[in-house]
């Protein structure tokens, strides 16, 4: 699996932006997605994931604020960031495990990543 992460760019705070990462190669319906962020400075840190069935998992940093879809038609999963703070400046990366893999929180369960998408959020 082929990831490309899209749509990052910079916003104010409060306002909202939509991360993309298209996905190609075999099997993307199965595959768990998950959005990490590295901000500056920081290690890199679990956002949430997908699973194939659409259940989905937020870090308490983002619940109510962040959104994971995925459409597995066209090979994408997005990440919807409402109400942005300045400390959701970071690179994002998605990244993809298989569906039987546990630990969806950290990085070692993901076999797949893509390249970053930066995210600056100015006060």
């Known amino acids: 699996v082929q990831l490309q992460a899209s749509g990052g760019g910079l916003v104010q705070a409060g306002g909202a932006l939509r991360l993309s990462c298209a996905a190609s190669?075999?099997?993307?319906?199965?595959?768990?997605l998950g959005w990490f962020r590295q901000a500056p400075g920081k290690e890199r840190e679990f956002v949430g994931s997908i699973r194939s069935g659409g259940i989905t998992s937020y870090a308490d940093s983002v619940k109510g604020r962040f959104t994971i879809s995925r459409d597995n038609v066209k090979n994408t999963v997005y990440l919807q960031m409402n109400s942005l703070e300045t400390d959701d400046t970071a690179v994002y990366y998605c990244a993809a495990a298989p569906s039987w893999r546990g630990g969806l929180t950290t990085m070692s369960s993901y076999d797949y990543w893509g390249q970053g998408t930066l995210v600056t959020v100015s006060s």
């Open positions: 190669g075999r099997a993307f319906s199965v595959h768990v």
